[in-house]
């Protein structure tokens, strides 16, 4: 066979991870996502789940998935513009709707899915996008797929964003400036008001990612559009399925005449089978406990809090956040991961985040906390976590 086909050119940048201390193999968790784990053959204590109100393990909502399969089958069988939009794709959307006390929305097959379509239909050549410096991943990609001009603001600066837009916007048509509501490294809140007061004064769109302020922020986790009282100021909400909600998909909250416009615009929509009856069912039944109660948000809330408190009082460089996400800043990237494999040898498993996920050099340990934690899981973590940072002289 032709060394071509060896592919050298991959077998050398795996190397280098290796070198650089940061390759990994991916864990096997053998059972549902919870606040105790069995990952690669060993019990640990979860401190890395997006699931933050402990619904993708519950029994309702595992009640409701298994309804909907039993009702409708195990796949849609298509994509939602021929037979693959069934009433409960509809009924989703009018719940999430309520939910987010928005005019309509549109459901995707995932996060991900929902940023690289919507940015793209919603912007073309002539436009201009401004985004934050720390935005997600896939809004990236969103942004890149669009045919508009870019720009990006420094993270949160306000008075950079106003130098963009004093600069820019009389040479374009539309601009959309699009930020993170919750930044998913760092834990910190976008300076929504402030960004929706320039958008108004410079008449710009917005759009916020909400994916880790969904089940978290505003009233029973409605997210930080509603946490800020913006309801109507807002233009495009981003929100997932699979963090706080359980389950998997994404959406976007907005106008009808937005959704008019997806469904013959959206191309993983037009593109890609629509999600499963069983995502569906459980989904809705996740949305509607959110809707009823406010005991998942208030335990979570009740957690973060104590987890941050205990962590900051051992001296840990615990960032800004302001949100259940708690990183631990260690710096290297080689110790970051030596820490995080080390708690996982003493029962904590909490996974390392380093360059690119993290700019260089800004390494952590990223702790996602949940209602499913009790508070003896918590203390159990925080005292190995406080042993290890002492060995390795992060404390």
């Known amino acids: 066979m032709s060394s071509v086909h060896e592919l050298k050119f ?3 940048k795996i190397q280098e991870l290796k070198a650089t201390g940061v390759y990994r193999k991916l864990p096997v ?10 990952l690669n053959g060993k019990e640990v204590i979860n401190l890395s789940s997006n699931n933050y109100l402990g619904l993708a393990n519950n029994e309702l909502v595992k009640q409701a998935a298994i309804a909907a399969v039993n009702k409708y089958g195990a796949g849609s069988g298509a994509v939602r513009t021929i037979v693959g939009n069934m009433d409960i794709h509809e009924e989703l959307e009018v719940v999430l709707a309520e939910f987010k006390r928005e005019e309509a929305v549109c459901v995707f097959q995932s996060g991900f899915m929902c940023n690289a379509g919507v940015i ?12 934050d410096q720390l935005n997600h991943a896939s809004i990236i990609d969103g942004v890149r797929l669009s045919r508009a001009d870019k720009a990006v603001f420094k ?3 306000m008075e950079d964003l106003e130098r963009i837009l004093k600069e820019k916007r009389s040479q374009y048509e539309n601009v959309l400036i699009i930020t993170d509501g919750v930044f998913s490294m760092d834990g910190d809140i976008a300076k929504l008001p402030e960004i929706v007061e320039l958008a108004e004064k410079y008449q710009c ?7 880790h302020g969904s089940g978290v922020l505003g009233e029973n986790g409605r997210g930080t559009v509603d946490h800020f009282g913006l309801h109507g100021k807002v233009d495009f909400s981003i929100g997932t399925l699979s963090k706080a909600i359980g389950v998997v998909g994404g959406y976007v909250a907005g106008r009808q005449i937005m959704k008019d416009w997806l469904l013959h615009r959206g191309r993983p929509l037009l593109f890609s089978t629509s999600l499963p009856p069983a995502a569906i069912g459980a989904i809705i039944q996740s949305v509607k406990m959110l809707m009823s109660s406010s005991e998942y948000t208030d335990k979570l809330w009740d957690n973060a ?3 941050k408190e205990k962590l900051a009082k051992l001296g840990f460089n615990i960032g800004h956040s302001e949100t259940p996400i708690t990183p631990i800043i260690v710096g290297d990237e080689g110790k970051t991961m030596e820490f995080s494999k080390t708690l996982f040898d003493e029962g904590v498993f909490v996974s390392g985040i380093v360059f690119p996920t993290v700019p260089k050099g800004t390494g952590r340990l990223r702790c996602m906390i949940t209602a499913n934690h ?7 973590a925080i005292s190995i976590i406080e042993k290890i940072g002492k060995r390795l002289s992060i404390i």
Not at 120 to 131: F, H
Not at 374 to 380: M, N
């Open 120 to 131: 793209q239909a919603i912007t073309e050549k002539g436009d201009l996008i401004i985004s």
């Open 155 to 157: 993270h949160s600066d």
């Open 10 to 12: 991959l077998k050398d």
């Open 205 to 211: 769109l917005t759009y916020v990612d909400d994916a």
């Open 29 to 38: 968790n053998t059972g549902p996502c919870d606040a105790l784990i069995e």
């Open 374 to 380: 009790e508070k003896a899981h918590l203390d159990k």
């Open 305 to 307: 809090r104590y987890f």
